[in-house]
Protein backbone atom coordinates (compact mmCIF):
# COMPACT_ATOMS: atom_id res chain seq x y z
CA UNK A 1 0.00 0.00 0.00
CA UNK A 2 0.78 3.58 -0.76
CA UNK A 3 0.58 6.81 1.35
CA UNK A 4 0.75 9.99 -1.09
CA UNK A 5 0.55 13.28 0.57
CA UNK A 6 -0.02 16.06 -2.13
CA UNK A 7 0.50 19.23 -1.49
CA UNK A 8 1.15 22.75 -3.82
CA UNK A 9 3.56 25.85 -3.71
CA UNK A 10 0.64 27.96 -3.50
CA UNK A 11 -2.87 28.34 -4.22
CA UNK A 12 -4.81 27.11 -7.36
CA UNK A 13 -2.06 25.25 -8.93
CA UNK A 14 -3.61 21.96 -9.75
CA UNK A 15 -3.37 19.85 -6.29
CA UNK A 16 -6.94 18.69 -6.77
CA UNK A 17 -6.78 17.95 -10.28
CA UNK A 18 -3.52 15.99 -9.43
CA UNK A 19 -5.00 14.09 -6.70
CA UNK A 20 -7.44 13.01 -9.14
CA UNK A 21 -4.97 11.87 -11.15
CA UNK A 22 -2.90 9.91 -8.87
CA UNK A 23 -6.13 8.39 -6.87
CA UNK A 24 -7.30 7.44 -10.59
CA UNK A 25 -3.90 5.78 -11.51
CA UNK A 26 -3.40 3.75 -8.16
CA UNK A 27 -6.84 3.32 -7.32
CA UNK A 28 -6.04 4.75 -4.25
CA UNK A 29 -8.62 6.16 -1.66
CA UNK A 30 -8.67 9.81 -1.84
CA UNK A 31 -8.90 12.17 1.54
CA UNK A 32 -8.60 15.55 1.98
CA UNK A 33 -8.72 16.09 5.95
CA UNK A 34 -8.99 20.02 6.29
CA UNK A 35 -11.42 21.16 3.85
CA UNK A 36 -11.92 25.18 3.41
CA UNK A 37 -14.80 26.55 0.75
CA UNK A 38 -17.38 25.88 -0.81
CA UNK A 39 -19.22 22.48 1.05
CA UNK A 40 -21.68 22.49 -1.79
CA UNK A 41 -18.87 21.77 -4.21
CA UNK A 42 -15.95 20.41 -2.12
CA UNK A 43 -12.19 19.29 -3.60
CA UNK A 44 -13.33 15.79 -2.60
CA UNK A 45 -16.51 15.91 -4.77
CA UNK A 46 -14.24 17.63 -7.80
CA UNK A 47 -12.14 14.21 -7.29
CA UNK A 48 -15.32 11.98 -6.84
CA UNK A 49 -16.69 13.34 -10.37
CA UNK A 50 -13.36 12.44 -11.89
CA UNK A 51 -13.27 9.19 -11.06
CA UNK A 52 -13.52 6.09 -12.96
CA UNK A 53 -12.37 2.77 -11.40
CA UNK A 54 -15.18 1.44 -9.06
CA UNK A 55 -12.69 0.79 -6.06
CA UNK A 56 -11.03 4.42 -5.09
CA UNK A 57 -13.46 5.57 -1.86
CA UNK A 58 -13.24 8.95 -0.87
CA UNK A 59 -13.66 9.86 2.70
CA UNK A 60 -15.01 12.40 4.38
CA UNK A 61 -12.88 15.48 5.54
CA UNK A 62 -12.12 15.92 9.28
CA UNK A 63 -12.89 19.57 8.85
CA UNK A 64 -15.04 21.00 6.51
CA UNK A 65 -14.88 25.48 7.09
CA UNK A 66 -17.40 27.71 5.25
CA UNK A 67 -14.80 30.33 4.51
CA UNK A 68 -11.86 30.04 1.64
CA UNK A 69 -9.27 31.07 3.48
CA UNK A 70 -6.70 29.82 5.70
CA UNK A 71 -7.58 26.64 7.39
CA UNK A 72 -6.94 28.83 10.95
CA UNK A 73 -9.00 31.77 9.85
CA UNK A 74 -11.93 29.92 8.43
CA UNK A 75 -11.91 27.62 11.42
CA UNK A 76 -12.17 31.45 13.55
CA UNK A 77 -14.39 32.60 11.46
CA UNK A 78 -16.84 28.52 12.08
CA UNK A 79 -16.26 28.75 15.74
CA UNK A 80 -13.99 25.90 15.14
CA UNK A 81 -10.20 25.40 16.57
CA UNK A 82 -8.67 22.74 14.76
CA UNK A 83 -7.18 20.05 16.85
CA UNK A 84 -4.04 18.49 14.94
CA UNK A 85 -4.37 15.12 16.93
CA UNK A 86 -7.90 14.91 15.84
CA UNK A 87 -6.85 14.48 11.96
CA UNK A 88 -6.59 11.13 11.77
CA UNK A 89 -6.05 8.78 8.46
CA UNK A 90 -9.24 6.75 7.67
CA UNK A 91 -8.39 3.46 7.77
CA UNK A 92 -8.36 1.32 4.72
CA UNK A 93 -6.55 -1.58 3.25
CA UNK A 94 -6.55 0.48 0.08
CA UNK A 95 -3.55 2.86 -1.17
CA UNK A 96 -4.31 6.77 0.10
CA UNK A 97 -3.82 10.31 -1.69
CA UNK A 98 -3.81 12.88 0.74
CA UNK A 99 -4.70 16.12 -0.89
CA UNK A 100 -2.94 19.21 1.95
CA UNK A 101 -4.92 22.21 1.76
CA UNK A 102 -2.82 25.16 0.56
CA UNK A 103 0.77 25.08 1.37
CA UNK A 104 3.25 23.12 3.73
CA UNK A 105 3.40 26.20 5.90
CA UNK A 106 -0.40 26.86 5.96
CA UNK A 107 -1.49 27.63 9.46
CA UNK A 108 -4.03 25.22 10.75
CA UNK A 109 -4.13 26.69 14.50
CA UNK A 110 -1.85 29.11 16.39
CA UNK A 111 1.14 26.35 16.27
CA UNK A 112 0.35 23.59 13.63
CA UNK A 113 0.68 24.13 9.89
CA UNK A 114 -0.09 21.26 7.40
CA UNK A 115 3.58 20.49 7.91
CA UNK A 116 2.51 18.95 10.84
CA UNK A 117 -0.13 16.71 9.58
CA UNK A 118 1.98 14.90 7.30
CA UNK A 119 2.89 11.34 8.73
CA UNK A 120 6.73 10.48 8.13
CA UNK A 121 5.80 7.61 6.20
CA UNK A 122 4.14 9.79 3.55
CA UNK A 123 5.53 10.14 0.44
CA UNK A 124 4.92 13.99 -0.86
CA UNK A 125 4.28 15.03 -4.42
CA UNK A 126 4.69 18.41 -4.68
CA UNK A 127 2.86 19.91 -7.64
CA UNK A 128 4.52 23.30 -8.92
CA UNK A 129 3.20 25.37 -11.85
CA UNK A 130 5.24 27.72 -13.36
CA UNK A 131 4.57 32.09 -12.21
CA UNK A 132 6.77 34.52 -11.67
CA UNK A 133 8.05 33.30 -8.34
CA UNK A 134 7.22 29.76 -9.07
CA UNK A 135 10.84 28.52 -8.66
CA UNK A 136 11.66 30.28 -5.21
CA UNK A 137 8.34 29.12 -3.80
CA UNK A 138 9.09 25.84 -5.17
CA UNK A 139 12.42 25.44 -4.01
CA UNK A 140 11.34 26.48 -0.74
CA UNK A 141 8.45 23.95 0.03
CA UNK A 142 10.90 20.88 -1.09
CA UNK A 143 14.00 21.80 1.17
CA UNK A 144 11.53 22.12 3.68
CA UNK A 145 10.08 18.65 2.86
CA UNK A 146 13.70 17.28 2.32
CA UNK A 147 14.83 19.00 5.43
CA UNK A 148 12.44 17.40 7.77
CA UNK A 149 13.29 13.64 6.04
CA UNK A 150 10.15 13.10 3.36
CA UNK A 151 10.91 11.34 0.09
CA UNK A 152 9.70 13.86 -2.37
CA UNK A 153 8.58 13.67 -5.74
CA UNK A 154 7.84 16.92 -8.08
CA UNK A 155 4.39 17.54 -10.42
CA UNK A 156 4.27 20.58 -12.94
CA UNK A 157 1.52 21.71 -13.89
CA UNK A 158 0.39 23.73 -16.52
CA UNK A 159 1.96 25.35 -19.96
CA UNK A 160 5.60 23.86 -20.15
CA UNK A 161 8.22 26.61 -19.35
CA UNK A 162 11.95 24.12 -19.42
CA UNK A 163 13.54 26.80 -17.61
CA UNK A 164 12.19 26.84 -14.69
CA UNK A 165 11.44 22.99 -14.95
CA UNK A 166 14.94 21.96 -15.20
CA UNK A 167 16.78 24.40 -12.43
CA UNK A 168 14.00 23.11 -10.07
CA UNK A 169 14.73 19.61 -10.96
CA UNK A 170 19.08 20.37 -10.90
CA UNK A 171 18.60 22.01 -7.84
CA UNK A 172 16.25 19.88 -5.46
CA UNK A 173 16.98 16.28 -6.84
CA UNK A 174 13.69 15.14 -6.31
CA UNK A 175 12.17 12.33 -9.30
CA UNK A 176 9.84 13.75 -11.53
CA UNK A 177 6.32 12.11 -12.47
CA UNK A 178 5.50 14.59 -15.07
CA UNK A 179 3.40 17.31 -16.15
CA UNK A 180 0.02 18.27 -16.68
CA UNK A 181 -0.57 20.53 -19.74
CA UNK A 182 -3.52 22.92 -19.96
CA UNK A 183 -6.51 21.13 -20.86
CA UNK A 184 -9.88 23.19 -22.30
CA UNK A 185 -11.59 20.58 -19.60
CA UNK A 186 -10.69 18.17 -17.16
CA UNK A 187 -13.17 15.49 -17.34
CA UNK A 188 -12.63 11.80 -16.41
CA UNK A 189 -11.33 11.05 -19.82
CA UNK A 190 -8.68 13.29 -19.71
CA UNK A 191 -8.00 12.00 -15.68
CA UNK A 192 -7.82 8.62 -17.72
CA UNK A 193 -5.58 9.94 -19.69
CA UNK A 194 -2.94 11.05 -17.28
CA UNK A 195 -3.44 8.39 -14.79
CA UNK A 196 -2.26 5.66 -17.07
CA UNK A 197 0.66 8.30 -18.47
CA UNK A 198 1.44 8.51 -14.77
CA UNK A 199 1.15 4.97 -13.10
CA UNK A 200 3.96 3.55 -13.69
CA UNK A 201 6.38 5.94 -12.00
CA UNK A 202 3.88 6.32 -9.78
CA UNK A 203 3.63 2.30 -8.75
CA UNK A 204 7.36 2.68 -8.08
CA UNK A 205 7.16 5.45 -5.61
CA UNK A 206 8.12 4.22 -1.73
CA UNK A 207 6.02 5.58 1.12
Known amino acids: MQ ?7 STEVGKTIASAIIAEALEADYWKPVQA ?6 DSDKVRSLISNDKTVIHKSRYELKTPMSPHAAAERDGVKID ?11 SLVIEGAGGILVPLNEND ?3 DII ?8 VS ?3 LGSINHTLLTIGWLQQKGYDVSVLFSGKENPETEN ?3 HKTGVSLIGRIDEELVFDKAVIKKYAD ?4 ILKTLQS
Not at 37 to 42: A, N, R
Not at 84 to 94: A, F, G, M, S, Y
Not at 197 to 200: G, I, L, N, R
Request: net charge negative; no cysteine.
Open 3 to 9: QIFVTGI
Open 84 to 94: RLEIVEPKTDN
Open 197 to 200: KFAP
Open 119 to 126: MPTYHVIV
Open 129 to 131: RHY
Open 167 to 169: IIL
Open 113 to 115: TVL
Open 37 to 42: GDLDDT
